[in-house]
């Protein structure tokens, strides 16, 4: 079901949100069953997420607004395109998922540049994350990303309202020497 805008209702959304089967891990990232989003979400679940951080040849991130329709950090600032991993999928399988269904990038190498953990205000999350570099046109997913722009790494990360997830991946890689800090 859509608005008049051609955008999905609502209530379509929350259910498809609410409906998706999760990976559930234990603390040491063991798979231990499955669970629909809505209740690991509500039971705050251990579970493992992806995080594709795109670069164009400018050393500038894509920055996504996230929509008013995310159950997390509604309208809130992603550094990174990604999202959880679906019950019985592989995590890199998951971020070539969520790359093109986010941004419409497909094709493109991805390269594993960092596991992590995020457990932080109800969350629970082992982290894959990717680097892709990336000059081509997006596509963007009406229901998950508002809006992109380009920024260069420091000035995304001084944005308010970015999604401690990815603010923490960033910060990572540019520690890590992966991502350059000057513009």
Not at 143 to 158: C, K
Request: a negative charge; glycine letters at 8%.
């Amino acid at each position: 079901m859509t608005s008049d805008s051609g955008a999905p209702s609502d209530s379509t959304v929350v259910q498809r949100i609410s409906d998706e089967s999760i990976q559930l891990v234990d603390a040491r990232n063991r798979p231990c069953g499955s669970a629909p989003r809505a209740t690991m979400r509500r039971y705050h679940f251990w579970h493992r997420a992806t995080y594709i951080v795109v670069r164009n040849a400018r050393g500038e991130l894509c920055v996504q607004r996230r929509t008013l329709y995310k159950e997390v950090f509604p309208g809130g600032i992603d550094l990174a395109a990604g999202g959880v991993v679906g019950a019985g999928e592989a995590v890199h399988v998951a971020a070539r998922r969520e790359l093109a269904e986010e941004l419409g990038i497909v094709g493109v190498p991805l390269r594993h540049v960092l596991e992590f953990v995020h457990a932080r205000d109800g969350n629970h999350i082992f982290g894959s994350a990717y680097l892709v570099d990336y000059d081509g046109p997006l596509d963007l997913q009406a229901d998950e990303v508002a809006e992109t722009f380009w920024l260069p790494p420091e000035r995304a990360l001084a944005l308010e309202d970015v999604t401690p997830d990815t603010r923490q991946v960033v910060e990572t890689l540019i520690h890590d020497g992966l991502l350059t800090a000057s513009e």
